[in-house]
């Protein structure tokens, strides 16, 4: 069973910083394209970003030029690096993986890490 599991989550104040890290595990082939995505309260969960596994990017406009993504392909992990934070940042982040087993090939989603930006 493959499966992602984030870290990193926390309180943070206006500015500053976390770092996000989603380890995947399990019987894996290769892991193809890996994100972040967040949910807020009452919100519907969004992109913030999204790295291939050659390494291309893309990220959602209201974090681009603070966060920046990116992956370990030997150790399975993904991370996501987050400066200048933001009380509308606060949401549950989700780590996803398009993984590729020996039988089949699966979107994986990790149970979240918490993030709060006071003001």
């Known amino acids: 069973q493959v499966q992602l599991v984030e870290s990193g989550g926390g309180l943070v104040q206006a500015g500053g910083s976390l770092r996000l890290s989603c380890a995947a595990s399990g019987i894996i082939f290769s892991i193809n394209d890996m994100g972040w995505y967040r949910q807020a309260p009452g919100k519907q969960r969004e992109l913030v970003a999204a790295?291939?596994?050659?390494?291309?990017?893309n990220y959602a406009d209201s974090v681009k030029g603070r966060f920046t993504i990116s992956r370990d392909n030997a150790k399975k992990m993904v991370y996501l690096q987050m400066n200048s934070l933001k009380p509308d940042d606060t949401a549950l982040y989700y780590c996803n993986a398009g993984v590729k087993t020996l039988a089949k090939y699966l979107e994986v989603w990790g149970q979240g890490t918490l993030v709060t930006v006071s003001s």
């Open positions: 790295i291939t596994s050659g390494g291309s990017t």
